[in-house]
């Protein structure tokens, strides 16, 4: 049977060892001042405000959008509209329907 060796063991590190250098990582906390109310006070507006133009932006591309669906609508049913004209064409005229020489024996 072979024995596993624990590297740690073998390096010779230690659990003192292991706690300082965790510490140094650690951020160093500092002491900064908390807002006054005044501060919060103009943040709140400033926040409220954005709010505002945002929900205004909204409004506007909602508006848009609705537009935008409106035309598109528009479109397709003009797309539809010709293509039915298109296969009314096709059926009353046989060149057309089957596109073959019928029409340059015609000429």
């Known amino acids: 049977m ?3 060796k624990h590297k740690r063991g073998e ?9 300082s250098s965790k510490r140094a990582n650690d951020p160093v ?3 900064t001042e908390e807002p006054s109310r005044l501060e919060l006070k103009e943040m709140l507006v400033d926040i409220k405000i954005d709010v505002s133009n945002i929900l205004r ?3 506007k591309l909602t508006i848009e ?26 059926g009353s005229n046989p060149c057309v329907r089957k596109r ?3 029409c340059q024996e015609e000429n």
């Open 2 to 4: 072979t024995r596993r």
């Open 11 to 19: 390096r010779g590190s230690i659990e003192e060892d292991q706690s």
């Open 29 to 31: 906390e500092e002491e």
């Open 57 to 59: 932006e909204n409004a």
């Open 65 to 90: 959008l609705a537009e935008l669906r409106s035309l598109i609508k528009e479109q397709k049913d003009e797309t539809d509209a010709m293509k039915v004209s298109i296969k009314k064409i096709e």
């Open 100 to 102: 073959t020489s019928c």
